[in-house]
């Protein structure tokens, strides 16, 4: 039978208005995260990337904000834009290159308005 | 660079038969590849982690007789799908990572149906 699948978070912004998607992670021990994007019918392709030893990372338009107290992971895009639209997945690792696999959040659907 | 293509992009099959789904890395000789699967509005659940010339370790609840996958070479990974059912009917994605390295470059995806 048919599955009953999640519903995934969802954030509407306008176009040109900033968004903030938000992802809670579980193990302390983790030591590197990554933010992905993926389209409709699309593997998830890269964003950006950050170490425990920083809080702060910026990329083009785009800002990954770590807070290891509460266990948070934040991104940031600026001046969204319709290519914006898509489902983002924050991913954490026990360390780069780790034998140790990726584990995906949730996800966030985003969505630009016009 | 670091690009991964998975072949076929989508597959239709019978209730029984087996699929088998490559993945390739183009232009890097990726040591480690990883095999998801994504139910629609779902994540990323890791299948398996396969490393080139080694047998595969599956995640729980993961059966290895039923999603075989194969390593042979630095740039080709296999997945097959056998005896599939219309439950396995999902987006297949794999990954693959170089040699001492940290990201991760994501396949394009292989939706599979079941019929």
């Known amino acids: 039978g048919e599955s009953v699948g999640l519903h995934l978070p969802t954030l509407s912004v306008q176009e040109g208005d900033n968004s903030i998607i938000n992802c809670a992670y579980s193990?302390?021990?983790?030591?590197?995260f990554i933010w992905y994007k993926q389209e409709s019918g699309k593997g998830p392709q890269f964003i950006i990337d950050i170490r425990s030893n920083m809080d702060k990372r910026q990329g083009q338009r785009v800002t990954v904000l770590l807070n290891k107290t509460v266990k948070h992971l934040s991104l940031q895009i600026a001046a969204t834009q319709p290519g914006d639209s898509a489902v983002y997945f924050c991913a954490e690792q026990a360390y780069p290159g780790s034998a140790r696999q990726l584990t995906f959040g949730s996800g966030t659907q985003l969505t630009v308005l016009p | 660079g670091a690009v991964v293509s998975q072949h076929p992009s989508w597959v239709i099959c019978k209730s029984g038969t087996s699929v088998k789904i490559e993945c390739r890395s183009l232009d890097f000789q990726a040591t480690t590849m990883f095999w998801y699967r994504q139910f629609p509005k779902q994540s990323l659940m890791l299948m398996a982690t396969?490393?080139?010339?080694?047998?595969?370790?599956?995640e729980q609840g993961v059966e290895k007789d039923k999603f075989l996958i194969n390593h042979a070479s630095l740039t080709l990974s296999t997945l097959t799908v056998t005896s599939a059912h219309p439950e396995d009917s999902s987006f297949y994605i794999c990954?693959?990572?170089?040699?001492?390295?940290?990201?991760?470059?994501f396949g394009p995806g292989t939706r599979l149906t079941v019929t």
């Open positions: 193990n302390s021990a983790s030591d590197y």
């Open positions: 990954s693959a990572r170089r040699q001492g390295g940290s990201e991760q470059y």
């Open positions: 396969s490393n080139e010339g080694s047998k595969a370790t599956y």
